[in-house]
Nanobody, 124 residues
Framework: QVQLVESGGGLVQAGGSLRLSCAAS????????MGWFRQAPGKEREFVTA????????YYADSVKDRFTISRNNAKNTVYLQMNSLKPEDTAIYYC?????????????????WGQGTQVTVSS
């Protein structure tokens, strides 16, 4: 079992920045791929970004590329999402998730454990 707790969400104006954190506990964190998804009201949960277990490879949705950066600190069992140049369309609940393999990082069922989410609201 892996427990995930997200933090760092909040209200920010368009063009601003936020950094989300996801703290993991339970099984060996450093062995897992980590991902971030988001779900806006009335929409399906969508892939945002993912990072390999060593942190050497990352993947981004086109909509956030060059604005968001994922990173991880295995010593602290934490993954981060730095979000810059935020837009109102980035408003959503952001979820972190753990995947034991890297074969399906872009889809929901590629992940084994999920956090409860943190709300990000970007005002125009």
């Amino acid at each position: 079992q892996v427990q995930l707790v997200e933090s760092g969400g909040g209200l920010v104006q368009a063009g601003g920045s936020l950094r989300l954190s996801c703290a993991a506990s339970g099984r060996t964190f450093s062995s897992y791929f980590m991902g971030w998804f988001r779900q806006a009201p009335g929409k399906e949960r969508e892939f945002v970004t993912a990072i390999s277990w060593r942190g050497s490879t990352s993947y981004y949705a086109d909509s956030v590329k060059d604005r968001f950066t994922i990173s991880r600190n295995n010593a602290k069992n934490t993954v981060y999402l730095q979000m810059n140049s935020l837009k109102p369309e980035d408003t959503a609940i952001y979820y972190c998730a753990v995947a034991s393999t890297g074969s399906r990082l872009w889809v929901l069922d590629g992940y084994d454990y999920w956090g409860q989410g943190t709300q990000v609201t970007v005002s125009s």
